[in-house]
């Protein structure tokens, strides 16, 4: 073994010593020679018969000298290094050629970097926290918004129930519990009489850090003894509020700050890189025990109601212990605890029988990005594939052209001995490192891609913890991708090179107008110009997509309207004040200067927020086994007249409808068709809960449908409250301020803020939006793809007409001589025109004919997730082919117009 | 087949050098060959330039050294000796040669008288 190491390192040292020591072998070999020679001359031998003796008996000296250096260094890494010299020294010959390829390269590959930064990103790497590969979610968190009732798959859990299976489920470690959602709380430093700002602040368990295993950067994190009953307020800031929003001020920590009213001590600042249980745009500011949430969230409390679901739950399971073995006593655990409830949290028993909990692998955290970007990276990840596969082609071709001018030199080189396998290593050799130069030129240009790709990601979002610098795995696969790109873009040339004849070659050097590369040659530009065409075909599906989600009728107008989100702390306030506040309010706004209308309502259209809850109607009592159910939203005066929604028969919420007045509701379209089919529905009468309440509301009005979560599906039964006759659920209270605008409305925020802090310094503003851009930012998925699908076909159609603007070109120059005698005959220059051409496009063609059967599989493949079109929509196929053929025939009449061109005199003489 | 030449194995000639070194003290590569033809009465008629894969290999193990100094008619060669190393070596091989050769000449002899 160490015998071994050792003739490695003397040969490594051989090796660099070069050609000092074959200096010195051949003094040494001459000295011994010398001796040899002077012996024989003592035997009497004439000086030059005693030198040629000398030599027999030495033997051949440079087979001697080859062996010792074949044994002295490392023989293969030499051909390797001579490969690379020779390789570079070809590249630095033709700066074209090899600029060239490095640029189709680096896009190739830079394509595929930045789409694996962000699969890397988003899909493998794990959570920064210790040993993430222990962690389990209990449950598969698909499942949001329910408070109440039954949950198909078990996912959320009451604080009482977490309590429960915290202590009892010696599988686990330990199990932390955290808001299935992050809300905003208003927090300001209370030193200083500085605006209350929003946080995003995270209720989480007292073991919520070291079930992760995380540490403080400074100070402490929570402990189980902060999440007691009584125990002081107390919340941990992330590494980067503290280092932004507070500017990294050590006096932070320890100091308070008033969250919502309440003092709270900030005991620490969370480990650099930790950003909460899952991966999303503006993750957690604060941590704050779920102990303190009655007292900051004193609306809507859910804390101590066993029958309250409202928290995700994530364990760390010992090793010695399988997922399925602990999900079994989850599951039992968790069944018996809901049927010794009273009510039995609104489970049946045969419901609760068949519940279903699963444990999913928590490495990545709580799946936040996943869930929308897993579908669209593997899109996309296709997509880019296929065009390096086109870049491959375009290398490829150049190197075969490049080949089949060298053919004399390489046939020279085989009819002297040089071993096929040789020949191929040296052609593999320079292609890789064309690669190798294309993937340094890819990261760079990866790293740009990825700032942009994630600005679309993260549409308005602040901040996201995603880095786009590449990290050793991107770098790792960006190498991995570029050797693996060279060794296959360089194994057709090197083939098709290796197998030239030499005798043939050196017979007649470049007399035909046939030669084996043109085979492989077209077969390329058949495949560039099939993938071209199914990459075109894709782009054009999701933008058309794209489109037709972004410009639907959604039943509500964007223009010049601005949403104002704001956290509303009103738990002061007696609900009889809200009147007068609700009515300032909005008589502010609507003087501020361009405002035409203002309105308040709890929640706005697709702001991902929904509140549906089971109705009773009267005079139609639910049948058994039914549930009636229906969105519900509370709104102000003139909200359909703010948000453009349209009044379709009886009278809007308004002015009138006060607490004490008669209570009334608007309903949707989709609301009077679902239960008043065959009926009048001005007049009925419907409530929230059950038949006791059916008498609760009396419907005036009936709205236009409007899309308020999923604007791929129908809008949702929905029925609207007034603001202040609404009492389920706080909807008394309002988060959401809309606007219409006159003029420009960018610059409004400053006004709307000091407008809302002059009436209650109680009200934060989240953020200001216009309306348009809040609907856009439900499409970021969407858009990501069409966006980059359609940069990626547009990228893959520029190279395939680079490649087949080469392979032309370089037909043309081989024919030269073939034209010139056409010409000579008479042949006039539009037949060569549209030989030429005819050349050309027939690979384009035959790409076509393979490219649309694979254009419309790949469209049948996307098919669920196009809305508003087919997958083989003619418009899209048509206007993709005619983009292909258009530019490819632009391509090629560049050269088939200089092949028309060629003077005939020239060309002969040029043969 | 040519006639009776002894077919030299790699590891013999190795092995040969160390002792020759071990005997003689520091050699150029002529003396070292010389030495050899001699030792083995020109049994050994060999091309004198093997000698050197083997001084490479010997020197790469580190059971030799080699340095340039003045031969016996004021010449310039490089002049092998042996390590410590080699010594040990040397001692080791040498009885496991004899082993061997020892086994191999029993497992001969009872082939013929049996």
Not at chain 1, 33 to 53: H, S, W
Not at chain 1, 138 to 158: E, H, I, K, R, Y
């Amino acid at each position: 073994m160490l015998g071994w190491l050792r003739i490695v390192v003397a040969r490594i040292r051989g090796w660099l010593s070069g050609r000092h020591a074959d200096e010195e072998f051949a003094r040494e070999l001459e000295s011994h020679l010398e001796m040899l020679a002077q012996e024989n001359m003592r035997r009497g031998m004439a000086p030059e018969e005693a030198r040629r003796t000398a030599r027999m008996r030495l033997g051949g000296m440079t087979q001697i000298s080859e062996q010792h250096r074949e044994m002295h260094t490392l023989p293969l890494l030499e051909t390797l290094v001579q490969d690379i010299r020779y390789g570079l020294r070809t590249l630095r010959k033709s700066p074209g050629f090899t600029s060239v390829a490095v640029l189709t390269l680096a896009l190739g590959i830079g394509a595929n970097t930045a789409i694996f930064t962000l699969v890397h990103a988003v899909l493998l790497k794990p959570l920064p926290v210790a040993y993430p590969e222990q962690l389990y979610n209990l449950g598969d968190d698909q499942n949001c918004c329910s408070l109440g009732g039954s949950q198909d798959s078990f996912t959320l859990f009451s604080y009482p129930l977490y309590k429960e299976i915290r202590d009892h489920t010696p599988e686990f470690s330990e199990i932390a519990a955290f808001r299935s959602h992050v809300p905003r709380l208003s927090v300001r430093r209370s030193t200083s009489d500085s605006f209350a700002e929003p946080f995003r602040s995270q209720f989480v368990s007292g073991n919520y850090f070291s079930m992760f295993g995380v540490g403080a950067f400074a100070g402490r994190t929570l402990t189980p003894a902060d999440d007691e009953p009584g125990a002081p307020n107390v919340a941990v800031m992330s590494y980067r509020t503290w280092q932004v929003r507070f500017a990294a001020d050590p006096s932070v920590i320890g100091s308070q700050m008033i969250i919502d009213r309440q003092p709270v001590t900030v005991v620490g600042v969370a480990a650099p890189s930790f950003f909460g249980e899952r991966l999303v745009g503006d993750p957690a500011e604060l941590w704050v025990p779920l102990a303190s949430e009655p007292k900051l969230m004193p609306i809507g409390t859910h804390l101590n109601d066993s029958d309250d679901y409202w928290l995700y739950a994530i364990g760390r399971l010992r090793p010695e212990v399988t997922p399925i073995q602990a999900q079994a006593r989850l599951k039992s655990e968790i069944q018996q605890w809901i049927a010794a409830r009273p009510k039995m949290s609104g489970y049946r028993p045969d419901e609760l029988e068949k519940m279903v909990l699963t444990l999913t692998p928590a490495s990545g955290g709580v799946r936040g990005l996943q869930m929308d970007y897993a579908e669209p990276l593997r899109f996309l990840t296709v997509v880019s594939a296929f065009v390096l596969l086109i870049a491959c082609a375009n290398i490829a071709n150049l190197l075969l052209a490049r080949c089949t001018a060298s053919r004399g030199e390489i046939a020279v080189r085989v009819a002297l001995g040089a071993s096929r396998g040789r020949l191929v290593q040296q052609v593999v050799t320079e292609s890789v490192l064309l690669a190798l130069a294309g993937g340094a030129a890819g990261v760079g240009l990866a790293f740009l891609g990825t700032r942009v790709i994630l600005l679309l990601v993260f549409r308005g979002a602040e901040y996201v913890p995603i880095e786009a610098s590449p990290s050793i795995p991107v770098l790792a696969f960006a190498f991995a991708l570029s050797v693996a790109t060279g060794v296959i873009f360089g194994m057709a040339p090197a083939w098709a090179g290796s197998h030239a004849r030499p005798a043939e070659t050196l017979r007649g050097a470049g007399r035909s107008t046939t030669d084996r590369s043109r085979v492989p040659q077209r077969a390329l530009l058949v495949l560039q110009a099939a993938l071209s065409l199914v990459l075109l075909v894709g782009a054009g599906l999701a933008t058309e997509s794209l489109r037709n989600l972004e410009n639907q009728r959604f039943g509500f107008k964007t223009a010049g309207r601005l949403v104002v989100r704001v956290d509303s702390d009103l738990g002061g306030y007696a609900p009889e004040r809200l009147p007068s506040l609700y009515q300032e309010l909005q008589e502010r706004l609507r003087a501020i200067p361009g405002v035409q209308s203002a309105s308040l309502s709890m929640y706005s259209p697709m702001e991902r927020s929904n509140w549906a809850d089971p109705i009773s109607i009267a005079g139609h009592p639910t049948p058994p086994g039914q549930v009636f159910a229906s969105s519900l939203n509370s709104v102000s005066a003139r909200y359909f007249e703010t948000i453009g929604t349209r009044l379709v028969r009886g009278r809007v919420i308004d002015e009138r409808d006060m607490p004490t007045s008669r209570h009334v509701a608007v309903i949707s379209e989709a609301f009077a068709r679902k239960y008043f089919p065959n009926e009048e529905a001005l007049g009925q009468h419907f409530g929230i809960g059950d038949a006791t309440h059916a008498g609760d509301y009396e419907i005036v009005g009936i709205v236009e449908d409007a899309k308020y979560i999923d604007a791929r599906e129908a809008a949702y039964v929905t029925a609207f409250l007034p603001l202040l006759q609404a009492r389920e659920n706080n909807s008394n209270i309002f988060h959401d301020i809309q606007l219409l605008v006159a003029g420009p409305a960018e610059n409004l925020g400053p006004v709307i803020r000091r407008e809302l802090a002059s009436v209650d310094s109680n009200l934060t503003v989240i953020r200001v939006t216009r309306f348009d851009e809040q609907v856009a930012e439900n499409f970021n998925s969407e858009r990501l793809v069409a966006r980059l699908t359609t940069l990626y076909g547009l990228l893959a159609l520029a190279l395939a007409c680079v490649g087949l603007y080469g392979v032309a070109a370089y037909t043309v120059t081989r024919r030269t001589s073939e034209i010139g005698v056409r010409m000579a005959l008479g042949a006039p220059s539009g037949s060569i025109l549209a030989m030429m051409l005819r050349v050309a496009m027939a690979p384009v063609m035959l790409g076509l004919l393979v490219g649309l059967p694979l254009a419309l599989a790949g469209g049948r493949a996307i098919a669920s997730q196009l809305y508003g079109l087919k997958s083989y929509d003619s418009v899209v196929l048509g206007t993709a082919v005619l983009v292909l053929l258009a530019s490819s025939i632009l391509a090629a009449l560049i050269p088939a117009r200089r092949a028309a061109r060629i003077d005939p005199m020239t060309a002969l003489r040029y043969e | 087949m040519a006639e009776d030449k002894p077919v030299i194995l790699q590891g013999t000639l190795d092995l040969m050098v160390l002792k020759t070194l071990e005997t003689l003290g520091p050699l150029h590569g002529y003396g070292i060959a010389r030495r050899i033809e001699q030792i083995s009465e020109d049994a050994l008629q060999l091309n004198q330039g093997t000698i050197y894969p083997s001084l490479t290999r010997l020197l790469q193990k580190r059971w030799i050294s080699a340095a340039w100094g003045a031969s016996e008619n004021n010449r310039k060669a490089k002049f092998y000796s042996i390590t410590k190393a080699g010594r040990k070596q040397l001692a080791h091989e040498a009885r496991s040669w004899e082993r061997i050769s020892g086994v191999i000449g029993r497992v001969l002899r009872t082939g013929t008288s049996g």
